[in-house]
Each structure stands twice: as structure tokens, then as C-alpha cells.
């Protein structure tokens, strides 16, 4: 589908208005529907392509999956991806996971609450032949926890707040092939960082994590993309749990280093119309070279977006949705097109 262009019907109806005597009134935009919405909500989507269909991995019990025949749809519930909690994991309730295809199969980023952290929680690995699991926790220790707990490979030397928890792991394959993983640490002031993996997705190599940016507020929910020698990272701001949740980008020539780069507003409520338009995620279209920014945004009441009560906060009966837009790249820039 391509986005359609919209001069010819707009110079139509300009000249019928002024046939008619009248002026035209601007078209109001519509608001965007979910492409899926489920009673039990889904949140934090992150999004894989396989076999012409696309999978989302969400926030839940041990990773819950959909899977949509188009980014429109139908969907339809795998179950949980994750077949077993860790022996380091207190229990299986897992934020953001997402996944990615290596040459050794299907690895499963997750964050799940680690025992001793007093509710701080750690990153593992988890592997599967197939996409919708069941993935396998890998070893007995975990990918990323704080001070190297649980005999984890990184130890997040350097975090902003010395007993955060890590969240939201997302893959990242640059031009040359090498894998990284990239994750925020929890609390504020809040960072995103890398870990450098081998070549199965499961292991660090070389040093540990370094931090890309740093923020005296929220800034989680990280995607990294490769435009030649740019490098574009996708991040959710501000509190979740509110319409103020926005999808912000940054762009540097230096993978490693973000900080003092301008962020760009990508996402907002006031631009979509969608309460609190984050968690996105960006994978390959089915058709041309067009891609798909798949989110989530609170709708109440069906699948109305939500509006926060008088004290920010949201009624009782929000839940999160997906949506889908076109996305295409202006050189580094990126650009979203229609909601579908």
C-alpha cells in the first residue's frame, strides 16, 4: 500500500466550492483505529517479520505473541513464547521482549524481575527453532543485571543509578553483521546502552555495555537503525502510564554516542490523536520497500483513545492497543506515513 497523493482531490474540491460560491472547510483527520485490541491489552510491542507474516512479541506472563496475517490483520494470540522462568527470575512476569533470527536460530530478549533486587529487574536470552517459541532460557545466568548479579555477562558498569534494573532489550545488526543488544536502565536519571553479542545473539563480546544517551527524566524503549553512516535511535518518553508517552528519534554518526543530539519529536498525542503513542517498532513491509511503525497507545471505552482525568491519570478501564503506520526513509530521516 502507498501512501496516496492527496493534490488532485484537494484541487477538485477547492474548485466546486468556489463554483458553488463557498469556501472548502479543510477535511479534519481522522483518528487512528487500532489494527488490534484485545480485552487484555498488549504494550510495548516488539515486532518480527517471518514467512509474510508479522509476529509481536508484548509485555506479559513469559512473552506472549500475536500474530497478524498483515500489519492490519487479522491477529490472532499465540500464547506465552517463554517456556520456563530462570532460576534467577523470581517470576516469569516479563517486560518488552523481542526477538530476533540469528544463524543458529530464534534468540528472546526479555526483562524479568531478578531475586535479591527488591524488585530491579535483569535481561536474559532465550532460544527457539521457530519464532513463536517455546524459547529455552539460556544457561543459568542472565544476558545483563546490575553489579553482574546472578553471574550475568554484563554488568552495567557506569549506570546512572548504581541499583537500577535494566528493561526493554532490542536487537540491533549493523551493516557489517555484528549483533548488540540495547536496553534501558530503570529509574531516574534513565539511560539507553549497548552490549556488543557474538554471532548467536546470546553472549557479549569484547567490552561491556556502553551508554549511548543519558536523560534526566524517561527515555526507554530503544530501536536502533543503520542509514549509511547515520545511525537512528527510536525512543519512548515520559511516563507510559499517560497520554504524554511520545516516540522521539536521535541520529549521530557514531553509533556509541548520543548525547547532546538533538531529539526529534516522531509520535505524539496531540500530532496522532492516539493517547500516549509509544513503544514503537520498525520492521519490513510485505509489499515494495516500504516498512511498518508498529506501537501502542491507551484506548478506553472499545477502542476510543483514551483521555487522561482531571489529576494526568488514566480511567480505570484503559488498556493498551496496537497500531500500524506506513513508514518510509527520507535518507536519515524518518517519515510516517498513513495509520492503517
Avoid at 460560491?21 to 483505529?33: K, L, N, R, S
Avoid at 496475517?69 to 490472532?76: D, K, L, M
Avoid at 550475568?152 to 549506570?159: E, L
Amino acid at each position: 500500500m502507498h501512501p496516496r497523493t492527496t493534490w488532485r482531490p484537494s484541487l477538485i474540491a477547492v474548485v466546486v466550492a468556489l463554483v458553488a460560491g463557498t469556501a472548502a472547510a479543510p477535511a479534519a483527520a481522522a483518528t487512528p483505529q487500532p489494527v488490534y485490541a484485545p480485552s487484555g491489552g498488549i504494550a510495548d510491542p516488539g515486532v518480527v517479520r517471518h514467512n509474510d507474516t508479522f509476529v509481536v512479541f508484548a509485555t506479559g506472563t513469559r512473552a506472549p505473541a500475536y500474530r497478524g496475517e498483515t500489519a492490519s490483520g487479522p491477529w490472532s494470540a499465540l500464547g506465552t513464547t517463554l517456556g520456563s522462568v530462570p532460576d534467577w527470575a523470581e517470576n516469569g512476569a516479563v517486560w518488552a521482549p523481542d526477538a530476533v533470527r540469528t544463524a543458529t536460530g530464534w534468540v528472546l530478549y526479555y526483562s524479568a524481575p531478578a531475586k535479591g533486587k527488591n524488585g530491579q529487574r535483569c535481561i536474559g536470552a532465550a532460544t527457539s527453532d521457530t519464532v513463536d517459541g517455546t524459547y529455552t532460557p539460556v544457561g543459568i545466568a542472565p544476558l545483563i543485571c546490575p553489579g553482574g548479579a546472578h553471574g550475568a555477562d554484563d554488568a552495567v558498569a557506569g549506570r546512572p543509578v548504581a541499583a537500577a534494573g535494566v528493561i526493554d532489550p532490542s536487537p540491533f545488526e549493523d551493516a557489517d553483521g555484528k549483533r548488540f543488544v540495547l536496553y534501558k536502565t530503570q529509574q531516574t536519571p534513565s539511560s539507553i546502552r549497548m552490549l556488543r553479542l557474538d554471532d548467536t545473539g546470546t553472549r557479549w563480546v569484547g567490552n561491556a555495555s556502553g551508554e549511548l544517551v543519558r536523560n534526566a527524566g524517561i527515555i526507554e524503549n530503544p530501536v536502533l537503525r543503520q542509514r549509511g553512516s547515520t545511525y537512528v535511535l527510536f525512543a519512548s518518553r515520559h511516563g507510559y502510564d499517560n497520554c504524554s508517552y511520545a516516540t522521539v528519534y536521535l541520529t549521530s554518526t557514531d553509533r556509541w554516542d548520543f548525547h547532546g543530539r538533538t531529539e526529534h519529536s516522531l509520535l505524539t498525542t496531540s500530532g496522532t490523536g492516539i493517547c500516549g503513542p509509544g513503544g514503537a517498532d520498525l520492521v519490513p513491509a510485505l509489499v515494495d520497500d516500504e516498512q511498518r511503525l508498529f506501537l501502542h497507545g491507551w484506548v478506553c471505552a472499545g477502542t476510543t483513545p483514551c483521555r487522561q482525568q482531571a489529576d494526568g491519570s488514566l480511567p480505570a478501564n484503559a488498556r493498551r492497543a496496537l497500531y500500524a503506520a506506513i513508514f518510509r526513509w527520507d535518507g536519515a530521516t524518518p517519515r510516517v506515513g498513513a495509520f492503517l
